[in-house]
């Protein structure tokens, strides 16, 4: 079956620990993204990926990091200097060109205390 | 900046009723809106894709239509069940930025 994998489902985590979330696709994408789900609030972009080895900061980029270096991979590290990393997060891909459809993952939920 | 707003953020509805969804983005420079539906705690599922050049999209008991240049969209969603509960996101491709913009979501719940 084609999709989207990410895990752990869940993340538990003390303050100044980093971690690091998987995510995996073998739709064949060449896009990749970040996105992180607080409640009652919209999805917000972290990091996204058109190509490997390449990769762009988005609207909340500060204290996470990403890696492109296989098209199927596209692992997000939430670093202590994350001020508030408890949320869902949630990776996308989508084929090249922007007309394209994203594909969400199931997400994983990350709780820091 | 582009801004996505869903209202009503929470409806509540009698299983078999038709009903609509509505979308407003404050600018109209766009390559598609996108629908989704999210289950509480799980990932978003695609529902809809419309294009910038089209006006809308069917698929099943779901109709999507787009009006760029008044900035809406509306998901109608025929015959309501119990099984459509759950949180419908609309997000807008921005050709400014390249980016998915999201709005917040409405969250649906239909009683049996």
């Known amino acids: 079956d084609g999709g989207i994998t990410q895990s752990p489902k869940y993340l538990f985590r003390k303050e100044g620990q980093n971690v690091t979330l998987s995510c995996e696709q073998n739709?064949?994408?060449?896009?990749m993204y970040w996105y992180r789900q607080d409640p009652g609030q919209g999805l917000r972009l972290i990091y996204y990926s058109q190509i490997v080895n390449d990769f762009q900061k988005g609207d909340i980029a500060e204290g996470y990091s990403v890696s492109r270096e296989k098209k199927e991979s596209f692992p997000l590290t939430v670093t202590s200097a994350q001020k508030n990393p408890t949320a869902f997060y949630l990776c996308a891909s989508s084929s090249s060109g922007r007309n394209t459809e994203q594909y969400f993952g199931p997400g994983t939920r990350l709780t820091v205390t | 900046k582009q801004e996505v707003t869903q209202i009503p953020a929470a409806l509540s509805v009698p299983e078999g009723e038709n009903l609509v969804l509505n979308c407003s983005f404050t600018d109209s420079a766009i390559y598609n809106l996108q629908w989704f539906r999210q289950d509480p705690g799980k990932g978003l599922t695609s529902l809809l894709l419309?294009?910038?050049?089209?006006r809308e999209q069917t698929s099943g008991r779901l109709n999507a239509s787009l009006d760029k240049s008044s900035g809406r969209s509306t998901l109608y969603i025929a015959a309501s069940q119990p099984g459509d509960s759950a949180t419908y996101l609309c997000?807008?491709?921005?050709?400014?930025?390249?980016?998915?913009?999201f709005g917040q979501g409405t969250t649906l719940q239909v009683k049996p």
């Open positions: 739709l064949n994408h060449d896009a």
């Open positions: 997000a807008v491709f921005s050709s400014n930025t390249g980016k998915l913009i």
């Open positions: 419309i294009q910038s050049s089209q």
